[in-house]
Structures are given as C-alpha cells and as structure tokens.
C-alpha cells in the first residue's frame, strides 16, 4: 500500500516506516532546485503550490519477478505537477551497484509507458538518510496522470530476497492547478 505524505501543521511522520521516519517529513528539503519549474514573472508564487510526498517499502520480490509496483502517485483532476526528488534504494545484502541483472528500478507513466531515461536504474538514487536524488529537469505530469516506482528482480538474481529485505521508493514534488506552473 502506497502512502502519500502532505505536509501540513499536523502531527510530523504521519505514515512513516519505523525504519525511514527520519526521512519522511524533512521540510528542509528544497522543493525545486533554483531555476527549475520557477514561476514566470506574473505567475502565482511558488508557495501556493502544493507539495506531495509519496512513499512506500516493499519486501524485495523473488527473482523471475518484473514490474512490481512500489509506490504510486496519481496527480489530483484539474492539477498538473512536477516530480523533482526521487528516492529509490534496497535495504540487504548481495546488492551491487550498476549491476541490472540483480535487481533494477524504473518510473512508469500511466500503467504502461516507461519514463525516458528512467526505465532501467541499476543504482540507488538518494538516501534513507540525506534526502533524495534531484531530478535536473522535473517529470511533468498531467492531471489524472499516474506516476509509479517499479522494481525488478531479473531471473537467475543471486540477491537476497523476502524476509528483512525491503525496496524503497519515494516521490517527492509539488502540484498546481492546471495553466499556474
């Protein structure tokens, strides 16, 4: 089950994994690197917009197993949005990075198309623990848009599967309505 993070004045961790809590709600992290999806002069100011944090841990899935679906987000109707963190990391032992006949990671569009330049991550992007990776030039996304953080364990995977081990995703932006971005 996905869980999706709003910040708001409320209780700080809501949802959060006893293992990532830290991680969860760090309001330090920027929104947005400078220069990237910046209002343009006349645009609403960027604190209307609306942040969205969503994020999940999976058991890491048996090999011969594709495509499994970690987190998802699905952009609210009459919005449009940016995702400019990603967070994808594996927790356990015999991981390699860079190796893809291991285990990978890839950002899927709408159930079937793969994000460009996201459709094989054979390394960790982010951390539990410094926040996460930026992404230089945000995935836009329209409205009713879903997002999704797959794993992939390819057969004949030697790396360590189920009990403790555990795949995290997390996706981190902002949403507008749609024509004020």
């Not at 760090?26 to 999806?37: M, N």
């Not at 944090?53 to 090999?63: D, E, I």
């Not at 949005?81 to 709408?110: C, D, K, Q």
């Not at 996304?141 to 995703?169: F, K, W």
Request: hydrophobic share 35%; with cysteine.
């Amino acid at each position: 089950m996905s869980r999706t993070f709003i910040p708001s004045s409320g209780p700080r961790g809501v949802g959060a994994a006893p293992d990532c809590e830290e991680f969860y709600d760090q309001r330090h992290l920027p929104l947005v690197r400078p220069g990237i999806g910046v209002p343009q002069a006349g645009g609403p100011p960027p604190d209307q917009r609306q942040r969205f944090h969503a994020f999940n841990a999976l058991q890491t899935p048996a090999a011969n197993t594709l495509n499994s679906v970690i987190v998802s987000y699905t952009v609210p109707n009459g919005h449009e949005a940016r995702v400019v963190g990603l967070l994808v990391n594996y927790v356990g032992t015999g991981f390699t990075e860079g190796i893809a006949t291991l285990l990978y990671f890839s950002l899927r569009l709408n159930g079937s198309t793969m994000v460009q330049q996201y459709d094989v991550i054979p390394n960790t992007l982010g951390s539990l623990t410094a926040g996460p990776w930026p992404i230089p030039a945000a995935i836009r996304l329209a409205a009713n848009d879903l997002i999704e953080v797959l794993v992939s364990v390819p057969a004949g995977s030697t790396i360590t599967t189920g009990g403790t081990t555990r795949c995290h995703g997390h996706l981190l932006g902002y949403y507008k309505p749609i024509g004020s971005l």
